[in-house]
């Protein structure tokens, strides 16, 4: 039962564009969503999160979207650089819990 | 300022054998938590431990899977009688308290042959 669907398992976006990565979900409790950043042989560095009381967080060129009726977030990443060529991870919390519930991941290529 | 540390970042098993993967917090958090990643596929929960503690060991297998996190020393995740199954990167994260907002190692990529 995967609660948090990533459907496209990779995406490839020019340089300078918008990069939009997808994330859905099924459980409504969840409560907290975060987006990781994955690049090979490392390990998974937060980016950016979101509460479920709010739709909307910025932070510098990453922009998280939460739609809350249709169980869906997703991260735009404007303009989009080589090195955010990387593994995107969504994760949701369920009760702020400290148990984090992963999505499959998508494959960000950005082309020169 | 180190960050989360993981050795070996690379182990290979033969079927049978036991794996034994170290963890080393962020200087200052005494909150450690287990992850598996099977290939294409996102992490997995597996435990969660204080200083000393197991909180919640309810993504661990029942069998051959083990962690403790002592008073001195590092996080040890051990699986014994390893199975190709097995096969998988682990990691580690940690936090300074009981939260969501966790740190990652690199991770411990295990091979079963």
């Known amino acids: 039962d995967q609660q948090v669907k990533q459907n496209s398992p990779s995406l490839s976006v020019q340089e300078g564009r918008i990069s939009i990565l997808n994330c859905d979900y099924t459980?409504?409790?969840?409560?907290?969503f975060l987006w990781y950043k994955k690049y090979p042989a490392e390990g998974p560095t937060f980016l950016i999160s979101?509460?479920?009381i709010k739709d909307k967080n910025e932070d510098g060129r990453f922009t998280v979207f939460l739609n809350k009726s249709a169980k869906h977030l997703s991260l735009h990443i404007v303009p989009s650089q080589p090195g955010d060529s990387a593994v995107y991870f969504c994760?949701?919390?369920?009760?702020?819990?400290?148990?984090?519930?992963w999505g499959a991941g998508t494959k960000l290529i950005i082309k020169p | 300022n180190a960050g989360v540390m993981q050795n070996p970042r690379h182990l290979v098993r033969r079927r049978g054998q036991e794996a034994r993967l170290r963890c080393s917090p962020m200087?200052?958090?005494?909150?450690v938590y287990w992850y598996r990643q099977l290939p294409e596929e996102g992490l997995k929960f597996m435990v969660y431990?204080?200083?000393?503690?197991?909180?919640?060991e309810s993504g661990m297998p029942k069998e051959r899977f083990s962690a403790e996190f002592p008073k001195e020393g590092p996080s040890i995740l051990r699986i014994q009688q390893v199975v190709r199954g097995d096969s998988a990167a682990y990691f580690c994260?940690?936090?300074?308290?009981?939260?969501?907002?966790?740190?990652f190692g690199p991770g411990t990529r295990l091979t079963v042959t």
């Open positions: 994260a940690s936090s300074p308290s009981q939260t969501y907002e966790q740190y």
């Open positions: 200087k200052g958090h005494s909150h």
């Open positions: 431990l204080q200083k000393e503690n197991i909180i919640d």
């Open positions: 459980n409504s409790m969840f409560d907290y």
């Open positions: 979101i509460s479920s």
């Open positions: 994760a949701a919390s369920k009760d702020s819990n400290y148990q984090l519930i």
